[in-house]
DNA sequence: AAACTCATGTAATAGGTTACATGATTCA
DNA sequence: TGAATCATGTAACCTATTACATGAGTTT
């Protein structure tokens, strides 16, 4: 698996501008973070590496600033175009959940409940936030002038679907289980 | 986040019975690859440090013996149990699908559009493949035998569910992307 | 005899997380 | 003035991946 914070950072530089390591951290918190998350102890030093290789460079060369901004340069541009046509790579799976559910004949049912109820409150959560970005992606002019504007669309709704999917399969499981248990 | 390879040779250890560290990855790779994966070069140390741990232990402690066939110990059980009734760790999202998707103003249409027919087609196959197992489920009397019938069918459920989802969304975005393109 | 599957392992590396440290700036 | 937020970074650690090495047994 490659390195993917590095294209993670050219990409949100190339698309908004330029931003220090800590903006970079902000926007992916508030505004990707059901599908992609950074941390700060892994941001820094690829913006270090970023920086020596020539991919990105500070706006004001000043070392006395302590806030550090970075524009993505044109060796950077390449390199993120070049990966953005890659082929995505495949991702092995690993779900906690359904691991912990395939054991579930070593569990309580109720413990096996609340691990679902828990779940799903969880994602319900996220679904309402997604939810309520989605009104204002679709209500907004000012969105919808941003040339990211159809794919980051796109994004939300994939997962405002995936979320739907899952919430519908929580309440359909937690009944199977149940009748199940009960007619055993 | 915790070693969870560790959990997953007990749980697997303790429904399958004895297994050696290939059949443990065999039974990965052909019975839960869609939502949990090993591999060899993880799993050999992890085996090695559970035995002298005492949570698992050989069944024939002959040295001379090459494959090692393991069982998980009466230590071992009350791990796996304390560890399944622990609440499902937040696992942050890194979709690099959605990564590329959402930087989709620096791409082609074109090069978007093959992106998505290709993990449509990646997810597609897995559908067909969690299909018939599910089907064979259904119909097969010495599945439903199994205590963790339920369990499983719940978790392949949702592999189905969700893949569904998925699929819905490539055609409806693919649309959506092409008639943006279009009014432009 | 060659090829394939069974079977176990190690070493190097990458990739990312957690915890800690530090100090400036802003706001109540 | 104290608390919160802004801002950057390092060190230790852990988990997992990749590549390599080895050899037995089985099938073609």
Same sequence: chains 1, 2.
């Avoid at 599908?35 to 990105?56: A, D, K, M, Q, T």
């Avoid at 953005?84 to 779900?95: K, T």
């Avoid at 359904?98 to 828990?118: T, V, W």
């Amino acid at each position: 698996m490659k390195n993917k914070t590095m294209y993670a950072v050219l990409g949100v530089l190339s698309l908004l501008g330029p931003m220090s390591g800590y903006d970079i951290k902000k926007f992916c918190d508030k505004s990707i973070s059901y599908f992609w998350n950074e941390n700060f102890g892994h941001l820094y030093p690829v913006l270090s590496r970023l920086e020596s290789s020539g991919l990105i460079a500070r706006d004001s060369p000043d070392e006395a600033v302590r806030r550090k901004s970075y524009h993505i340069t044109d060796k950077g541009a390449a390199v993120l175009r070049a990966w953005l046509v890659e082929p995505v790579e495949y991702q092995p799976e690993r779900s906690e959940l359904l691991l912990k559910l395939s054991f579930g004949n070593r569990m309580e049912l109720e413990d096996i409940l609340a691990m679902l109820e828990e779940a799903k409150v969880r994602n319900e959560l996220k679904y309402k936030q997604l939810d309520q970005i989605h009104s204002y992606y679709m209500g907004s002019e000012d969105a919808k002038k941003k040339p990211q504007y159809p794919f980051w669309l796109a994004a939300l709704r994939y997962g405002i679907t995936s979320l739907e999917a899952s919430l519908k399969w929580f309440d359909e499981t937690k009944i199977f289980l149940m009748d199940y248990h009960k007619n055993q």
